[in-house]
Nanobody, 127 residues
Framework: QVQLVESGGGLVQTGGSLRLSCAAS????????MAWFRQAPGKERNVVAA????????YYADSVKGRFTISRDNAKNTVYLRMNSLKPEDTAVYYC????????????????????WGQGTQVTVSS
């Protein structure tokens, strides 16, 4: 069983920045595909960014391209989401997700492709 613990959420003004972290308990973290999803009240959970286990490729939702950056530090068993130029529409609960394996060059972007989930961290962007 893999445990994921997110941190770094909070309240920020429009245009501000946050960095989310997700610490994984997996002993072979480097073999896990990782992603960040978000869910606003009354809406579906959608992918924000994803990264392959190899770290070779990443995926970003159109709404965050150029503003968010996903990265991983295998030595620290941690995946990050750097969020810049935040907008009120970025307000949501952000979830970290993990699954072992996957394509070395094609990130997984559907929720049903991920086996392990964190508890979520709230991000609120005030206007």
């Amino acid at each position: 069983q893999v445990q994921l613990v997110e941190s770094g959420g909070g309240l920020v003004q429009t245009g501000g920045s946050l960095r989310l972290s997700c610490a994984a308990s997996a002993r072979t973290f480097s073999t896990y595909s990782m992603a960040w999803f978000r869910q606003a009240p009354g809406k579906e959970r959608n992918v924000v960014a994803a990264i392959t286990w190899s770290g070779v490729n990443t995926y970003y939702a159109d709404s965050v391209k150029g503003r968010f950056t996903i990265s991983r530090d295998n030595a620290k068993n941690t995946v990050y989401l750097r969020m810049n130029s935040l907008k009120p529409e970025d307000t949501a609960v952000y979830y970290c997700a993990a699954v072992v394996g996957g394509d070395w060059d094609s990130p997984k972007i559907r929720p049903d492709e991920y086996r392990y989930w964190g508890q979520g961290t709230q991000v609120t962007v005030s206007s």
